[in-house]
T-cell receptor
Framework: ETGVTQSPTHLIKTRGQQVTLRCSSQ?????VSWYQQALGQGPQFIFQ???????GRGNFPPRFSGLQFPNYSSELNVNALELDDSALYLCASSPDRVTEAFFGQGTRLTVV | GIQVEQSPPDLILQEGANSTLRCNFSDSVNNLQWFHQNPWGQLINLFY???GTKQNGRLSATTVATERYSLLYISSSQTTDSGVYFC????????????FGTGTRLTIIP
């Protein structure tokens, strides 16, 4: 059984650019959530997708957007990158909306 | 939103010692998980424990949902246990998803 995989593992972008991060959910999981973890802090919830529909959003601006595809994989898009967007971005999948979540290895984004 | 507090923030122990990590939360929850974050950033699932007690080898966890706390026990610590331990909860009501505590950084000295 393949776990949650994220790509790329590391990324360096310039302020003002746009970035797309990708996540493949674990087999049989229909729910994907994205989290941002700044250095020295706990992960913060960005948004969740359930069966291709947004199912909750945290306190992040609209320039953070996402998609979930029919195979339940997902993308996180961030427009107009700011220096404070530098963080570890974590994707989690779960079999349903309120069940155990399993995390990928993360994408470390650096904005310069 | 729901508040999650973990204690202690830092813990330094000799190899072989036992430890107890605590997670307090401010509202009723339908999901509580404990994670160990490895040095590369991956969150490793330890327990899914919205209530009750579970054990897995040297680790065990107890959640007392009515009193809004959970405990993670680590016995006979090994250096590989070092890292940051997070508690995350999802409240019963509202649109909040997993909310993480600030973590406990555990350092095991040989």
């Amino acid at each position: 059984e393949t776990g949650v995989t994220q790509s790329p593992t590391h990324l360096i972008k310039t302020r003002g650019q746009q970035v797309t991060l990708r996540c493949s959910s674990q087999s049989g999981h229909n729910t994907v959530s994205w989290y941002q973890q700044a250095l020295g802090q706990g992960p913060q919830f960005i948004f969740q997708y359930y069966r291709e529909e947004e199912n909750g959003r945290g306190n992040f601006p609209p320039r953070f957007s996402g998609l979930q595809f029919p195979n339940y994989s997902s993308e996180l898009n961030v427009n107009a990158l700011e220096l404070d967007d530098s963080a570890l971005y974590l994707c989690a999948s779960s079999p349903d909306r309120v069940t155990e979540a399993f995390f990928g290895q993360g994408t470390r984004l650096t904005v310069v | 939103g729901i508040q999650v507090e973990q204690s202690p923030p830092d813990l330094i122990l000799q190899e072989g010692a036992n430890s107890t990590l605590r997670c307090n939360f401010s509202d009723s929850v339908n999901n509580l998980q404990w994670f160990h974050q490895n040095p590369w950033g991956q969150l490793i699932n330890l327990f899914y424990i919205p209530s009750g007690t579970k054990q897995n080898g040297r680790l065990s966890a107890t959640t007392v949902a009515t009193e809004r706390y959970s405990l993670l026990y680590i016995s006979s610590s090994q250096t590989t246990d070092s890292g940051v331990y997070f508690c995350a909860v999802e409240p019963d009501f509202g649109n909040e998803k997993l909310t993480f505590g600030t973590g406990t950084r555990l350092t095991i000295i040989p």
